[in-house]
């Protein structure tokens, strides 16, 4: 028998407390099960009633509660008579990519009468994300919240809040969503806009019979309140404000981030950010408001607010002060571009952190609109974009296509032909004054699925670059399956002689979703090591509608442990 000696020991001893610790930490982790049913179900909003799809009857949809180190398990039936999808918006699914749900992309749709489960680990992520459907435009009222606490035993790098509250805001049409969308595909114009936003499903007290139904969100002297506020609006980016009450920012997207202080925030779709207020007021009412910020030029946008009450409940507070009008907020102007550049560039990770400084993929993407020909057997009344074209949108001048008969994920893992092809430009075929006055024999991109294929652990760097190609527009876009840092953003065209120097590799903040400037550019910054296709998208859900996407195959690398996990037996059929 050979012998045991005291470096043997040691690497025993070190490797079972190892051990150990990993199981007590497995220990802690839970396993939550839930059933989603996806149906009709009668609404009212802005007195009409209107048979709308949900999730278990309720607008917004549950609120799902984990841990980091949880394991959710969703099994979702679908009731409704559309086919349908969830998506978990910014889970980054590791080696989980069958459930990260876009339809086409990772999965077939579940069809009516059909259910498929999702299950997935959460891991290293704190704070707010939301899950939502990613079939057509069933997102626009099938969405809810999605909060990740610490690890148990774990705190937050801030004072315990006295109550936390998810404020979703939303969007509301007094139409079905899906015919407003089929409409617009079948003439090339751009969709009607919405009637109403939302705050947690309820337009307010601006609107026509909302007032007795007003979201209250309760404060008392002295506290501290954790708002975990996401926008789930389906095409607007909103201004969100508290009357006499100022934010202290701490997190988005799941990450945290260095604290400041601001009076108003901005989300695009997509987009959480998680902040504190303290009950620093006389006790009385305050509304909680948000509207439009719409950077396009001169197209049509949903001029309306909606409103919340923030109810002081002290003991204090007399009787009438709850019968008083609430103080409303002063919020931005609709076009107010530069408290919105004012409130993004101030976003820090909270300490230093490991950038990627060495790139293996510099990557440029331009991003915008565009409008097509109209096609010789179409008829005029399918044609009613400007001047007889039908609106779409591209990235690298590539219209984004969903296949037809095989997703993606699917048909990259079963090695099927001729879904999709791998020649995406890793930059624009054409060179052109991006953010200048374009060309109008530019503005029609081609139609195609094509994918840009990244190698496991690649370090990947990407320059968004916005286009006036009709019209500029900040466009909220939206990686699937990884945070980034955003290093810098501007402006203008951007230049890599000059603008490498507002990189900032030190402590740029950790993001799912960055809204691409109007008129401008973003730099993100990430390491490819999740194997999977993975969508990027403008979360304006006119746009992806419009092809103004790309998807990122990022390949097994080396051994199980980097490899994309087998696909659920009850994975849905194409």
């Not at 990770?349 to 510099?362: C, R, Y």
């Amino acid at each position: 028998m050979g012998s045991f000696n005291n470096s043997h020991c040691c690497i025993f001893f070190f490797f079972s407390f190892g051990l150990l610790l990993l199981l007590a930490s497995f220990a802690n982790a839970k396993v939550h099960y839930h059933d989603f049913v996806i149906q009709a179900t009668p609404v009212k909003r802005l007195c009409n009633t209107h048979s709308t799809i949900t999730v278990n009857g309720m607008y917004p949809g549950p609120t799902l509660e984990v841990n980091d180190g949880d394991t959710l398990v969703v099994k979702v039936t679908n009731k409704a008579i559309y086919n349908a999808t969830i998506h978990w918006h910014g889970i980054r699914q590791i080696r989980t990519a069958w459930a990260d749900g876009p339809e086409m992309v990772t999965q077939c749709p579940i069809r009516p009468g059909m259910s498929y489960t999702y299950r997935f680990t959460i891991q290293g992520q704190v704070g707010t994300l939301w899950w939502h459907a990613h079939s057509s435009w069933l997102r626009a009222t099938v969405y809810g919240a999605l909060i990740i606490h610490p690890k148990e035993g774990s705190s937050y790098p801030f004072p315990k809040p006295t109550r936390e509250t998810a404020i979703l805001l939303g969007e509301w049409w007094n139409a079905n969503p899906m015919d407003v969308v089929r409409q617009a595909t079948l003439t090339g114009a751009t969709p009607n806009i919405s009637d109403a936003y939302t705050i947690n499903g309820q337009p307010g007290d601006l609107y026509s019979c909302s007032s007795q139904d007003t979201v209250v969100v309760p404060i008392d002297s002295g506290e501290t309140n954790l708002l975990r506020v996401i926008n789930s609006a389906l095409n607007q980016q909103l201004f969100f404000a508290i009357a006499n009450h100022q934010f202290t920012v701490v997190g988005a997207d799941a990450s945290y981030i260095k604290p400041f202080t601001t009076s108003v925030i901005v989300l695009g779709p997509g987009q959480t950010t998680d902040v504190l207020i303290q009950g620093n007021q006389p006790p009385s009412r305050y509304y909680m408001a948000a509207r439009a910020y719409a950077s396009a030029q001169n197209a049509p946008f949903d001029n309306t607010t909606t409103t919340a009450i923030l109810e002081y409940k002290s003991a204090t507070c007399p009787k009438k002060c709850l019968s008083v009008t609430p103080v409303m907020p002063t919020l931005p102007a609709f076009n107010d571009t530069n408290t919105v550049t004012g409130f993004t560039t101030k976003f820090r990770s909270p300490q230093k952190v490991e950038v990627p400084t060495e790139i293996d993929e510099s990557l440029f993407f331009t991003v915008g609109l565009g409008l097509n020909k109209c096609p010789p057997n179409f008829k005029s009344n399918q044609c009613q974009g400007p001047n007889g074209t039908r609106f779409t949108a591209s990235m690298n001048n590539a219209s984004f296509v969903l296949p037809a008969n095989f997703s993606l994920l699917q048909a990259h893992h079963q090695r099927i032909p001729g879904v999709f092809t791998t020649d995406f430009p890793a930059n624009p075929p054409l060179k052109f004054d991006f953010t200048g006055n374009v060309s109008r024999s530019i503005w029609q991109p081609v139609s195609g699925t094509k994918v840009y294929k990244l190698k496991y652990g690649s370090r990947v760097q990407i320059v968004l670059q916005g286009t006036r190609i009709f019209t500029a527009e900040n466009h909220p876009i939206h990686l699937h399956g990884y945070d980034f840092y955003i290093i810098a953003e501007g402006f203008g065209n951007f230049n890599p002689s000059t603008d490498t120097s507002k990189f900032n590799l030190v402590d740029p903040p950790l993001r799912n979703t960055v809204g691409l400037p109007v008129g401008g550019w973003a730099v993100i910054r990430f390491v490819a090591d999740n194997p999977g296709v993975w969508l990027m998208h403008c979360h304006l859900d006119v746009h992806i509608t419009w092809g103004l996407a790309v998807a990122l195959l990022v390949e097994n690398g080396v051994g199980e442990l980097q490899a994309l996990e087998a696909p659920p037996p009850d994975l849905p059929p194409c």
